[in-house]
T-cell receptor, first 111, second 117 residues
Framework: DQQVKQNSPSLSVQEGRISILNCDYTNSMFDYFLWYKKYPAEGPTFLISISSIKDKNEDGRFTVFLNKSAKHLSLHIVPSQPGDSAVYFCAASANDYKLSFGAGTTVTVRA | NAGVTQTPKFQVLKTGQSMTLQCAQDMNHEYMSWYRQDPGMGLRLIHYSVGAGITDQGEVPNGYNVSRSTTEDFPLRLLSAAPSQTSVYFC????????????????FGEGSWLTVV
């Protein structure tokens, strides 16, 4: 049973607008959350992360929000750019060596 | 992708054949792992290693073997390939446990596409 879920398989957004990607988790032991970006025929690359002691982390155009009570996190990309078109994976860790990944959301940024 | 090399990139196997996916990193990372990616499933952990001589099972270890004789290499062996092992395989490495330190990143290889017919 997947412990990390990304219920939206795809998202289409106009260039310059905000992209919001959502992720839900079930394991209350998760204490660290990461977002990865993946282009076709390449491996995932780290984008941004957040510890469970925080509710927001910002890095340039990317902001991750964590709502522990709802077991929900989201990634905001503002403004969206054509180069942001990729698959985004949400991942979580319970302070050990293992990452649990969501199924991914394919983002398409329209010109 | 910084320093994680996977070979081969593409492979077609017949059911029952064996093969090894190679993974090497040149960053002196203690931690290495193998994931498989399937449609609608995200990446799932197969096996991992926290240092030379130490390996452990992940979420989906059945049908796969690993060994870690050196820090640099972490090969994944399919002993008797099955169609259910058709997937994209990613090797990853890092200095520290995933998520244990803020800002830690895991470096992934470019992937190995395996088809079992």
């Amino acid at each position: 049973d997947q412990q990390v879920k990304q219920n939206s398989p795809s998202l289409s957004v106009q260039e310059g607008r905000i992209s919001i990607l959502n992720c839900d988790y079930t394991n209350s032991m998760f204490d660290y959350f990461l977002w990865y970006k993946k282009y076709p025929a390449e491996g995932p690359t780290f984008l941004i992360s957040i510890s469970s002691i925080k509710d927001k982390n910002e890095d340039g155009r990317f902001t991750v929000f964590l709502n522990k009570s709802a077991k929900h996190l989201s990634l905001h990309i503002v403004p969206s750019q054509p180069g942001d078109s990729a698959v985004y994976f949400c991942a979580a860790s319970a302070n050990d060596y293992k990452l649990s990944f969501g199924a991914g959301t394919t983002v398409t940024v329209r010109a | 992708n910084a320093g994680v090399t996977q070979t081969p990139k593409f492979q077609v196997l017949k059911t029952g054949q064996s093969m090894t996916l190679q993974c090497a990193q040149d960053m002196n990372h203690e931690y290495m792992s193998w994931y498989r990616q399937d449609p609608g499933m995200g990446l799932r952990l197969i096996h991992y290693s926290v240092g030379a001589g130490i390996t452990d099972q992940g979420e989906v270890p059945n049908g796969y073997n690993v060994s870690r004789s050196t820090t640099e290499d972490f090969p994944l062996r399919l002993l008797s390939a099955a169609p259910s092992q058709t997937s994209v395989y990613f090797c990853a490495s890092s200095y520290l446990a995933a998520g244990a330190q803020a800002g830690n990143t895991i470096y992934f290889g470019e992937g190995s596409w395996l088809t079992v017919v």
